[in-house]
């Protein structure tokens, strides 16, 4: 074993050297990208823990005797759990690092899923899936964290496009999986929270093995070019002569009236998503959907999956015309993406589309409607700094959450009343413009 493997510090990569040690561009590209597609490989499987619920709801509702309103409460409250454990965890990934505690909320999440699938009625469900959300919350910030740390600030929005490509990817596997459990194996509801998340569980321990928190942690020092600005130094040197509370990075963050801005922003946005996510299934579900499609042959619940493909593209093509096209400017992107994805939905309710049409006009509502997610991200570390970038992802991530939960129950209560399920594509419209109108008081 060479020296620098033996004194290499705990954690170190294989060949990386001990920490000081000149690294050059090629091998630092390398590592950033290593840490990037673990992190992306992690995330890919987190779905497959929480957003599976709409797929069960027909189910639960014949099972439990559930109505669609109390359904709508029990998914809020998963949101509003994550949300509150975003508030905590962004914190604590600045503080312990992204690594343990993204491992720690996949194995979580997927012993969580498991007790969901034993609930016997609406107090057991709720509690269950309500600890799912946060454990769930401790994935998304800590990624984040990783990705932050090991990326240049001019690279944000490519860095946080992929991971977020990787969160609308983790989308079409938890709708295949929740398809192939309820359609093609044609298991009960239980089974869609006990399959899926197994693939979590092996997501969270392979990040726990490949990934390091920062480059320091794998023995590597990062290049000039992928070092913050001096501003940014200067006010993480401060911030470690002083011993930097908890307390000070929150009152640091949210002092700052662009995350509030684009809390608010990404709130109507997360509440057209999770709209979206929740309840087109269920509308296309249907009471008789193994005997519909339109005579095209295709269940409706394979159409479905055009929604999660196209929101994973948009976020990829979001991210990178934010640094590419509009040079790191991550408002207009946001606004044009929302604005978009309104007529998209407006499109969903009120066109007659046949099966290829939908298929094509869903896609599209996805890709607009999600895209924004990656410019969303890339601002928080923008806005503070890589060094308060989990505590800030957190912040705005608590908003996103805090609005999508409030808006799962009022969607509910509407289907009750109305019994029309295709009313979910009017609000969504009416969310993204709320959004695109809350991010023109973002400006960056």
């Not at 509702?61 to 965890?89: H, T």
């Not at 606004?335 to 969903?348: C, D, Q, S, Y």
């Amino acid at each position: 074993m060479s020296s620098n493997a033996q004194h290499s510090p705990e954690g170190t990569l294989p060949g990386t050297g001990r920490p000081g040690a000149a690294t050059d561009d090629r091998t630092y590209t390398r590592l950033k990208w290593r840490m990037l597609l673990a992190a992306m490989f992690c995330y890919f499987f987190f779905y497959t823990g929480r957003q599976t619920f709409g797929f069960a709801i027909p189910g639960i509702e014949a099972d439990l005797g559930l109505s669609k309103a109390g359904l709508g409460a029990i998914s809020g409250i998963l949101l509003w759990s994550y949300a509150a454990g975003q508030m905590i965890n962004g914190n604590l990934a600045d503080k312990w690092g992204g690594r343990r505690m993204m491992t720690a909320g996949a194995v979580l999440s997927t012993l969580l899923n498991w007790c969901t699938s034993f609930s016997t009625g609406a107090r057991s469900l709720a509690f269950f899936w309500g600890a799912n959300g946060f454990a769930q919350s401790l994935g998304w910030p800590s990624g984040g964290r990783v990705i932050s740390t090991w990326w240049a600030p001019h690279e944000r929005g490519r860095s946080f496009g992929f991971y977020t490509f990787a969160a609308g990817m983790a989308s079409v596997l938890a709708f295949v999986t929740s398809t192939v459990v309820v359609d093609t194996l044609d298991l009960d509801w239980r089974w869609i929270f006990r399959a899926p998340v197994l693939l979590m569980l092996v997501g969270g321990l392979v990040f726990y093995l490949v990934a390091r928190d920062s480059p320091a942690q794998a023995g590597v020092t990062q290049p000039a070019a992928y070092t913050s600005s001096a501003a940014e130094q200067a006010a993480d040197a401060e911030a470690a002569a002083r011993g930097e509370s908890s307390a000070r990075r929150y009152r640091t963050v949210l002092s700052n009236p662009r995350i509030w801005s684009t809390g608010i922003a990404i709130g109507f946005q997360n509440a057209a998503r999770y709209g979206l996510l929740i309840w087109v299934p269920v509308h296309f579900l249907g009471e008789d959907w193994k005997d519909s499609g339109g005579g095209s042959g295709i269940s409706p619940l394979w159409i479905s999956v055009a929604l999660p493909v196209g929101m994973a593209a948009g976020a990829l093509v979001n991210g990178q015309i934010s640094d590419r096209l509009f040079g790191s400017r991550r408002d207009r992107p946001i606004i044009l993406f929302t604005l978009v994805g309104a007529i998209a939905a407006l499109t969903m309710y009120a066109a007659p589309l046949g099966t290829t049409a939908g298929i094509v006009v869903l896609f599209l509502t996805g890709f607009f409607v999600y895209g924004p997610h990656s410019s969303f991200w890339a601002l928080c570390p923008d806005l503070v700094g890589k060094r308060l970038a989990g505590t800030a992802t957190g912040t705005v991530n608590c908003f996103s959450y805090l609005f999508a939960g409030a808006a799962e129950p009022l969607i509910g209560g509407v289907m009750d009343r109305t019994g029309d399920t295709g009313l979910i594509f009017p609000i969504v419209a009416g969310a993204c413009v709320c959004s695109a109108l809350a991010a023109l008081t973002i400006r960056r």
